[in-house]
């Protein structure tokens, strides 16, 4: 019991970090001003790990490669840490390839949250101001669901097809996550 404990703070923590992250650098794909409180308290959680990295790794264009290997060296960490509180025994070749789907895991999540958001704001704080960022953030996971899938009785389930569709694939990747773990803790 006290291992899935430690499991799941390490997974909240490492999680929470990383996400901010990969939001960071999606908030600047999508050209999000970063003065509002979202943008306020992504900078606050990864500042520490991204603006080091950033010295090493200089952001170019619209794509700033030092969020995103944040990202996954903190995943990495997280997996490493598993290995070596399971006894560091079994393969260490999965750690790569589990940090790897630690990294879609957080996007799924983090594209989930995004969009609940988005729906239950749209439905009771239309005019917040986090609202807008989250529109300009989820606008490119339901606009092609939009084209396809018509209101129905003026209610756009855009949102719900898309978090439907990115739960399936968590599934997946939970499964696949779990044969690379079995490789790690030496288990066949």
Request: glycine fraction near 8%; aromatic fraction near 8%; hydrophobic fraction near 60%.
């Amino acid at each position: 019991m006290l291992f899935e404990i430690v499991l799941f703070l390490l997974d909240v923590v490492v999680g929470l970090i990383s996400g901010a992250c990969l939001l960071r650098m999606y908030m600047q794909v999508q050209r999000v001003p970063f003065g509002n409180p979202v943008g306020q308290l992504v900078f606050a959680l990864s500042d520490w790990i991204v603006m080091p990295l950033r010295k090493v790794v200089p952001a170019k264009g619209r794509w700033d490669k030092s969020s995103l290997i944040a990202a996954l060296l903190l995943q990495l960490v997280q997996v490493l840490l598993i290995w070596l509180l399971l006894g560091a025994k079994g393969s260490v070749v999965a750690l790569p390839w589990l940090a790897l789907c630690g990294l879609i895991k957080v996007i799924l999540s983090g594209m989930m949250g995004i969009l609940l958001i988005y729906a239950i704001l749209s439905w009771v704080q239309p005019y917040s101001p986090i609202y807008g960022v989250l529109q300009r953030l989820a606008d490119p996971l339901v606009a092609p669901i939009r084209k396809v899938v018509p209101l129905i009785g003026n209610v756009d389930f855009s949102a719900l097809i898309a978090l439907i569709g990115l739960q399936v694939l968590l599934m997946v990747l939970n499964y696949v996550q779990a044969g690379g773990l079995s490789m790690i803790a030496g288990v066949r």
